[in-house]
Nanobody, 117 residues
Framework: DVQLVESGGGLVQPGGSLRLSCATS????????MSWVRQIPGKERERVAAIDSDGGPSYANSVKGRFSISRDNTKNMVYLQMNRLKVEDTALYYCAVSDSVGSEIIYWGQGTQVTVS
């Protein structure tokens, strides 16, 4: 079975940092497009960062320059380094899998809460 388990969320002060991790199993991430998507209550989900199978990253404008996505295909792990956090970054952060850029998300994790206050 495919599983994605996020960790690393928590409470942090504005300006602080957190590193989210996504542990995957049941498939090899090396061929997939991996994303971090956040959900703020009352708002639509936002893809904040993604990384393609070649390691090329992309970011939402709201986090560009502050967040960094990476992947370790040997460990089937995906990471999101979040620096200079803002109150508006408070959200539930999900790890997500797509077949390719622009395709729909096929697997989701359960999410990890990030609260900046």
């Amino acid at each position: 079975d495919v599983q994605l388990v996020e960790s690393g969320g928590g409470l942090v002060q504005p300006g602080g940092s957190l590193r989210l991790s996504c542990a995957t199993s049941g498939f090899a991430i090396s061929s997939y497009y991996m994303s971090w998507v956040r959900q703020i209550p009352g708002k639509e989900r936002e893809r904040v960062a993604a990384i393609d199978s070649d390691g090329g990253p992309s970011y939402a404008n709201s986090v560009k320059g502050r967040f960094s996505i990476s992947r370790d295909n040997t460990k089937n792990m995906v990471y999101l380094q979040m620096n200079r956090l803002k109150v508006e970054d408070t959200a539930l952060y999900y790890c997500a899998v797509s077949d390719s850029v622009g395709s729909e998300i096929i697997y989701w994790g359960q999410g990890t809460q990030v609260t900046v206050s």
